[in-house]
């Protein structure tokens, strides 16, 4: 991908888990749960490393205006994570709280909120910074901004359309680190979704025919690796902490 920015990459890795038997809640307990285990591991492992990168920040950020600086150090920011249960709303919650919020209401925002876009970093840091002060999933996601193999949720009285059983694992400072869902397993459906997003049977056959012949329910996610290691390390920049960097076009084989 054509990514020059500070927070994408033109490649990145991604750990993905896929568990048989599992919908969109037991999905957020395990994506809760492997997040905290790594952080935990690093901290209880790493702890002169961490104190280095804290050191570090602080003294990058020591001439800083006040407002530019991060609200906590490297370590504490990592204990925020691993000492708070992560904080579980829907997507329709969410546009709710930002619309109702000061920033939005003050126009403070660069981009808008609105049901059926995608929330946008600004969005989700206020919702983890601001507003709950912990680590957030946001779920039920609009079935228009999400891939057709993502499980359709049955109707929800007060949602405006139809949502997905997807989720996002929302960050300090860094916004989204996992994106996952419950897939779907009913074959009539996953044609449909199909049918409506213009992805083509004939290319995705063998994916039909995982459902076409028996399956069972399951669900997973992408946490984002190098998101997890700049978010751990407190790099401002993702491109820093990439194992084997790619820039666009330069993959030759």
Known sequence: ????????????????????????????????????YL?????????????FLDQRIQNLEKNMPKNERRAMGLIETLRFVVDNDFERITYTDAVNILRNSKPYKKGKFEYDVEWGKDLQAEHE????????????????????????YMRMNDEQEGVP??????????????????????????????????????????????????????????????????RMVQFITGMGNIRDVIAFPRTPGNAEF
């Open 1 to 36: 991908e054509n990514s020059n920015t500070s927070r994408h990459l033109a490649e990145f890795w991604m750990i993905e888990p896929e568990v048989a038997f599992y919908d969109i809640f037991d999905n957020m307990d395990l994506a809760e749960d492997f997040c905290k």
């Open 39 to 51: 952080i935990n591991h690093i901290l209880e492992n790493y702890s002169a490393e961490l104190e």
């Open 125 to 148: 840091r206020y919702l983890v910074e601001k507003k709950f002060q912990k680590p957030v999933i946001v779920r039920d996601y609009p079935a228009s901004i999400k891939a057709f």
């Open 161 to 226: 359309g139809k949502t997905v059983a997807a989720m996002d694992v929302l960050f300090p400072g860094i916004g989204e680190v996992i994106g996952g869902s419950q897939r779907e397993e009913r074959l009539d459906v996953l044609k449909a979704r199909m049918a409506d997003m213009n992805v083509h049977e004939e290319e995705l056959w063998w994916y039909l025919e995982l459902r076409k012949f028996g399956g069972a329910p399951h669900a997973g996610f992408g946490l984002g690796f190098e």
